[in-house]
Protein backbone atom coordinates (compact mmCIF):
# COMPACT_ATOMS: atom_id res chain seq x y z
CA UNK A 1 0.00 0.00 0.00
CA UNK A 2 1.26 3.74 -1.15
CA UNK A 3 2.40 5.67 1.90
CA UNK A 4 0.06 8.29 0.42
CA UNK A 5 -2.75 8.33 -1.52
CA UNK A 6 -2.44 12.00 -3.33
CA UNK A 7 -0.84 14.91 -3.61
CA UNK A 8 -1.57 18.44 -2.53
CA UNK A 9 0.04 21.33 -3.78
CA UNK A 10 0.22 24.38 -2.07
CA UNK A 11 0.07 28.10 -3.58
CA UNK A 12 -0.66 31.51 -2.57
CA UNK A 13 -3.54 31.98 -4.31
CA UNK A 14 -5.27 34.97 -6.07
CA UNK A 15 -8.05 36.92 -7.75
CA UNK A 16 -9.58 35.17 -10.55
CA UNK A 17 -11.88 38.76 -11.11
CA UNK A 18 -11.80 42.32 -10.40
CA UNK A 19 -14.42 42.21 -7.78
CA UNK A 20 -12.11 39.67 -5.97
CA UNK A 21 -8.54 41.77 -5.89
CA UNK A 22 -9.49 43.88 -3.04
CA UNK A 23 -11.01 40.64 -0.49
CA UNK A 24 -8.10 38.97 -1.90
CA UNK A 25 -5.53 41.70 -1.40
CA UNK A 26 -7.26 41.97 2.67
CA UNK A 27 -6.46 38.45 3.47
CA UNK A 28 -3.07 38.64 2.39
CA UNK A 29 -2.43 41.65 4.25
CA UNK A 30 -4.12 39.99 7.56
CA UNK A 31 -1.45 40.92 10.74
CA UNK A 32 1.10 42.70 8.12
CA UNK A 33 1.18 46.11 8.96
CA UNK A 34 1.34 46.50 5.09
CA UNK A 35 0.30 50.18 4.20
CA UNK A 36 -3.20 51.20 2.76
CA UNK A 37 -1.57 53.11 0.04
CA UNK A 38 0.91 50.04 -0.79
CA UNK A 39 -2.19 47.49 -1.43
CA UNK A 40 -4.24 49.92 -3.21
CA UNK A 41 -0.93 50.41 -5.69
CA UNK A 42 -0.73 46.50 -5.70
CA UNK A 43 -4.35 46.64 -6.33
CA UNK A 44 -4.01 48.76 -9.48
CA UNK A 45 -1.50 45.99 -10.63
CA UNK A 46 -3.90 43.21 -10.65
CA UNK A 47 -6.50 45.26 -12.08
CA UNK A 48 -3.76 45.62 -15.46
CA UNK A 49 -3.60 41.92 -16.19
CA UNK A 50 -6.45 40.66 -18.31
CA UNK A 51 -9.98 40.58 -17.27
CA UNK A 52 -8.44 41.55 -13.93
CA UNK A 53 -7.43 38.40 -12.68
CA UNK A 54 -4.18 36.52 -11.37
CA UNK A 55 -2.41 34.02 -13.73
CA UNK A 56 -1.47 31.93 -10.80
CA UNK A 57 -4.08 29.64 -10.19
CA UNK A 58 -4.50 28.79 -13.60
CA UNK A 59 -0.66 28.31 -14.05
CA UNK A 60 -0.54 25.93 -10.38
CA UNK A 61 -3.41 23.97 -12.13
CA UNK A 62 -1.19 23.53 -15.30
CA UNK A 63 1.30 22.44 -12.73
CA UNK A 64 -1.02 19.88 -10.84
CA UNK A 65 -2.03 18.60 -13.97
CA UNK A 66 1.60 17.75 -15.45
CA UNK A 67 2.16 16.30 -12.02
CA UNK A 68 -0.84 14.06 -12.63
CA UNK A 69 0.12 12.99 -15.52
CA UNK A 70 3.86 12.40 -15.06
CA UNK A 71 2.78 10.11 -12.33
CA UNK A 72 0.31 8.17 -14.70
CA UNK A 73 3.14 7.53 -16.84
CA UNK A 74 5.87 6.12 -14.82
CA UNK A 75 4.13 5.76 -10.94
CA UNK A 76 2.68 6.12 -8.79
CA UNK A 77 -0.52 7.00 -10.23
CA UNK A 78 -2.00 9.33 -7.76
CA UNK A 79 -4.53 12.61 -8.14
CA UNK A 80 -2.91 15.76 -7.55
CA UNK A 81 -5.20 18.47 -5.43
CA UNK A 82 -3.95 21.89 -5.79
CA UNK A 83 -4.83 24.32 -2.18
CA UNK A 84 -4.61 27.82 -1.76
CA UNK A 85 -3.21 30.15 1.17
CA UNK A 86 -5.17 33.14 0.31
CA UNK A 87 -7.94 32.07 -2.06
CA UNK A 88 -9.92 29.81 -3.18
CA UNK A 89 -9.85 26.78 -3.57
CA UNK A 90 -8.87 27.41 0.26
CA UNK A 91 -7.03 24.78 1.63
CA UNK A 92 -9.97 23.86 3.56
CA UNK A 93 -12.23 23.67 0.47
CA UNK A 94 -9.57 21.28 -1.14
CA UNK A 95 -9.14 19.17 2.13
CA UNK A 96 -12.85 18.88 2.18
CA UNK A 97 -12.89 17.76 -1.70
CA UNK A 98 -10.07 14.98 -0.49
CA UNK A 99 -11.86 13.81 1.77
CA UNK A 100 -15.05 13.11 -0.35
CA UNK A 101 -13.02 11.15 -2.79
CA UNK A 102 -11.77 8.97 0.40
CA UNK A 103 -7.90 10.36 -0.07
CA UNK A 104 -6.47 9.73 4.17
CA UNK A 105 -2.83 10.45 3.54
CA UNK A 106 -1.37 13.27 1.09
CA UNK A 107 2.20 14.75 0.20
CA UNK A 108 1.93 18.54 0.77
CA UNK A 109 4.47 19.86 -1.66
CA UNK A 110 4.60 23.98 -1.02
CA UNK A 111 5.91 25.58 -3.84
CA UNK A 112 7.50 27.65 -2.95
CA UNK A 113 11.60 27.29 -3.48
CA UNK A 114 12.96 29.37 -0.70
CA UNK A 115 12.72 28.45 2.90
CA UNK A 116 11.42 31.29 5.05
CA UNK A 117 8.88 31.95 7.75
CA UNK A 118 5.99 33.78 5.77
CA UNK A 119 6.27 30.97 3.27
CA UNK A 120 7.16 27.31 4.08
CA UNK A 121 6.03 27.74 8.11
CA UNK A 122 2.85 29.50 7.51
CA UNK A 123 1.89 27.25 4.91
CA UNK A 124 2.34 24.23 7.10
CA UNK A 125 0.35 26.50 9.78
CA UNK A 126 -2.52 27.09 7.66
CA UNK A 127 -2.33 23.03 6.68
CA UNK A 128 -2.82 22.17 10.56
CA UNK A 129 -5.24 24.93 11.04
CA UNK A 130 -7.23 23.89 7.89
CA UNK A 131 -7.66 20.05 8.89
CA UNK A 132 -9.77 20.30 11.90
CA UNK A 133 -12.40 22.14 9.79
CA UNK A 134 -13.24 19.38 7.46
CA UNK A 135 -14.39 15.90 8.65
CA UNK A 136 -12.46 13.00 7.73
CA UNK A 137 -9.51 15.39 6.44
CA UNK A 138 -6.77 13.67 5.42
CA UNK A 139 -3.48 13.75 6.97
CA UNK A 140 -0.43 15.94 5.67
CA UNK A 141 3.40 15.32 5.23
CA UNK A 142 5.30 17.56 3.80
CA UNK A 143 8.18 16.88 1.14
CA UNK A 144 11.67 18.52 1.52
CA UNK A 145 13.05 21.93 0.64
CA UNK A 146 13.69 21.37 -3.35
CA UNK A 147 15.48 24.39 -4.80
CA UNK A 148 18.50 22.74 -4.80
CA UNK A 149 17.54 19.98 -6.78
CA UNK A 150 19.35 19.40 -10.40
CA UNK A 151 15.61 19.35 -12.34
CA UNK A 152 14.71 22.76 -10.37
CA UNK A 153 17.90 24.32 -11.91
CA UNK A 154 17.47 22.22 -15.23
CA UNK A 155 14.22 24.13 -16.12
CA UNK A 156 15.29 27.67 -14.61
CA UNK A 157 18.52 26.94 -16.60
CA UNK A 158 16.49 26.34 -19.71
CA UNK A 159 14.50 29.51 -19.19
CA UNK A 160 17.29 31.57 -18.58
CA UNK A 161 18.75 30.81 -22.23
CA UNK A 162 15.39 31.40 -24.05
CA UNK A 163 15.86 34.80 -22.73
CA UNK A 164 19.51 34.88 -23.70
CA UNK A 165 18.81 34.09 -27.26
CA UNK A 166 16.96 37.28 -27.21
CA UNK A 167 20.39 38.88 -27.10
CA UNK A 168 23.29 39.54 -30.04
CA UNK A 169 25.34 36.28 -30.31
CA UNK A 170 28.43 38.28 -29.85
CA UNK A 171 27.40 40.25 -26.19
CA UNK A 172 25.63 36.83 -24.52
CA UNK A 173 28.79 35.79 -22.74
CA UNK A 174 29.35 39.39 -21.24
CA UNK A 175 25.31 39.89 -20.53
CA UNK A 176 24.59 40.51 -16.89
CA UNK A 177 22.35 37.77 -15.88
CA UNK A 178 20.31 38.66 -12.49
CA UNK A 179 18.27 36.76 -10.16
CA UNK A 180 15.17 37.84 -7.70
CA UNK A 181 13.45 36.99 -4.95
CA UNK A 182 10.40 38.73 -3.27
CA UNK A 183 12.18 41.14 -0.51
CA UNK A 184 11.27 39.67 3.17
CA UNK A 185 12.46 41.90 6.36
CA UNK A 186 16.02 41.26 7.44
CA UNK A 187 15.20 40.22 10.81
CA UNK A 188 12.75 37.63 8.90
CA UNK A 189 15.43 36.38 6.80
CA UNK A 190 18.18 35.87 9.43
CA UNK A 191 15.65 33.24 11.19
CA UNK A 192 15.79 31.66 7.86
CA UNK A 193 17.95 30.17 4.87
CA UNK A 194 15.83 31.88 2.74
CA UNK A 195 19.13 33.91 1.54
CA UNK A 196 21.02 30.41 1.65
CA UNK A 197 18.72 28.84 -0.14
CA UNK A 198 18.57 31.84 -3.00
CA UNK A 199 21.99 32.10 -3.41
CA UNK A 200 22.30 28.22 -3.81
CA UNK A 201 20.02 27.76 -6.41
CA UNK A 202 21.32 31.24 -8.31
CA UNK A 203 24.83 29.70 -8.48
CA UNK A 204 23.88 26.20 -9.56
CA UNK A 205 21.92 28.22 -12.48
CA UNK A 206 24.96 29.90 -13.35
CA UNK A 207 27.04 27.05 -13.41
CA UNK A 208 24.72 24.89 -15.20
CA UNK A 209 25.16 28.64 -18.27
CA UNK A 210 28.37 28.74 -17.78
CA UNK A 211 28.11 32.30 -17.20
CA UNK A 212 30.22 33.87 -14.25
CA UNK A 213 28.77 37.51 -14.41
CA UNK A 214 25.53 36.92 -12.21
CA UNK A 215 23.99 39.23 -9.20
CA UNK A 216 21.06 38.14 -6.73
CA UNK A 217 18.29 41.11 -6.29
CA UNK A 218 15.13 41.30 -4.48
CA UNK A 219 11.58 42.92 -5.64
CA UNK A 220 8.37 43.42 -4.96
CA UNK A 221 8.76 44.77 -1.27
CA UNK A 222 5.34 45.16 0.61
CA UNK A 223 5.92 45.63 3.82
CA UNK A 224 6.30 48.34 6.64
CA UNK A 225 8.68 51.23 5.14
CA UNK A 226 10.25 51.82 8.72
CA UNK A 227 11.30 47.72 8.46
CA UNK A 228 14.48 47.11 7.05
CA UNK A 229 14.53 44.55 4.41
CA UNK A 230 16.95 42.76 2.13
CA UNK A 231 18.23 44.77 -0.45
CA UNK A 232 19.76 45.46 -3.40
CA UNK A 233 16.11 46.34 -5.26
CA UNK A 234 16.25 45.11 -8.87
CA UNK A 235 15.63 48.36 -9.89
CA UNK A 236 18.98 49.83 -8.27
CA UNK A 237 20.78 46.72 -9.76
CA UNK A 238 19.54 48.30 -13.21
CA UNK A 239 20.42 51.48 -12.31
CA UNK A 240 23.55 50.92 -11.71
CA UNK A 241 24.23 48.24 -15.07
CA UNK A 242 22.97 51.34 -16.82
CA UNK A 243 25.53 53.48 -15.20
CA UNK A 244 28.32 50.87 -16.30
CA UNK A 245 27.53 51.12 -19.88
CA UNK A 246 25.70 48.19 -20.32
CA UNK A 247 22.81 47.75 -22.80
CA UNK A 248 21.04 44.42 -21.70
CA UNK A 249 20.50 42.47 -18.75
CA UNK A 250 18.60 38.89 -18.43
CA UNK A 251 16.52 38.97 -15.05
CA UNK A 252 15.42 35.58 -13.85
CA UNK A 253 12.78 35.34 -11.30
CA UNK A 254 14.17 32.31 -9.69
CA UNK A 255 12.10 33.17 -6.26
CA UNK A 256 9.06 32.14 -7.93
CA UNK A 257 7.77 28.84 -9.86
CA UNK A 258 4.57 30.98 -12.04
CA UNK A 259 4.89 34.10 -13.86
CA UNK A 260 2.30 35.70 -11.91
CA UNK A 261 1.44 39.31 -10.77
CA UNK A 262 4.75 39.96 -8.99
CA UNK A 263 6.38 38.62 -11.98
CA UNK A 264 4.04 40.29 -14.83
CA UNK A 265 3.53 43.71 -13.14
CA UNK A 266 6.90 44.42 -10.94
CA UNK A 267 9.20 42.95 -13.51
CA UNK A 268 7.46 43.06 -16.78
CA UNK A 269 6.42 46.68 -16.74
CA UNK A 270 8.17 48.87 -13.37
CA UNK A 271 11.64 46.99 -14.19
CA UNK A 272 11.59 47.05 -17.69
CA UNK A 273 10.37 50.58 -17.50
CA UNK A 274 12.90 51.87 -15.65
CA UNK A 275 15.41 50.09 -16.62
CA UNK A 276 14.71 51.40 -21.22
CA UNK A 277 14.65 54.75 -19.73
CA UNK A 278 18.35 54.54 -19.41
CA UNK A 279 19.27 52.40 -22.42
CA UNK A 280 19.00 49.54 -21.05
CA UNK A 281 17.31 46.40 -22.35
CA UNK A 282 15.40 43.89 -20.15
CA UNK A 283 15.05 40.37 -21.54
CA UNK A 284 12.99 38.95 -18.31
CA UNK A 285 13.49 35.09 -18.50
CA UNK A 286 9.87 33.03 -17.66
CA UNK A 287 9.30 31.48 -14.33
CA UNK A 288 9.50 27.36 -14.53
CA UNK A 289 5.69 27.53 -14.51
CA UNK A 290 5.11 23.96 -15.95
CA UNK A 291 7.98 23.42 -17.85
CA UNK A 292 8.73 18.98 -18.19
CA UNK A 293 12.29 19.34 -15.76
CA UNK A 294 9.99 20.98 -13.26
CA UNK A 295 7.17 18.58 -13.47
CA UNK A 296 9.67 15.83 -13.06
CA UNK A 297 11.28 17.44 -10.57
CA UNK A 298 7.73 17.28 -8.33
CA UNK A 299 7.29 13.70 -9.73
CA UNK A 300 10.78 12.76 -8.31
CA UNK A 301 9.64 14.26 -4.95
CA UNK A 302 5.86 12.19 -4.51
CA UNK A 303 8.35 9.22 -5.30
CA UNK A 304 11.07 9.71 -2.85
CA UNK A 305 8.30 10.05 -0.19
CA UNK A 306 7.53 6.48 -1.26
CA UNK A 307 4.48 7.22 -2.28
Do not use: C
Amino acid sequence: MSAVDAVLLIAFGGPTAPHEIRPFLEIVARGRNIPAARLEEVAHHYEQMPSGRSPLNARTAAQARGLQEALARSGPALPVFVGMRNWHPFLHETLAEMAGQGVRRALGVILSPLRTEAAWDRYATDVAEARPKVAGAPDVTFAPAWSARPRFAAAVADRSRAAFGEIPAATRARTPLVFTAHSIPVAMADASPYVADLTTAARAVATRLEHTRWWIAYQSRSGNPREPWLEPDVGDVLDRLAAEGERHAVVVPIGFVADHVEVLYDLDVEARQRASAQGLTLHRAAAVNDHPEFIAMLAELVRAAGA
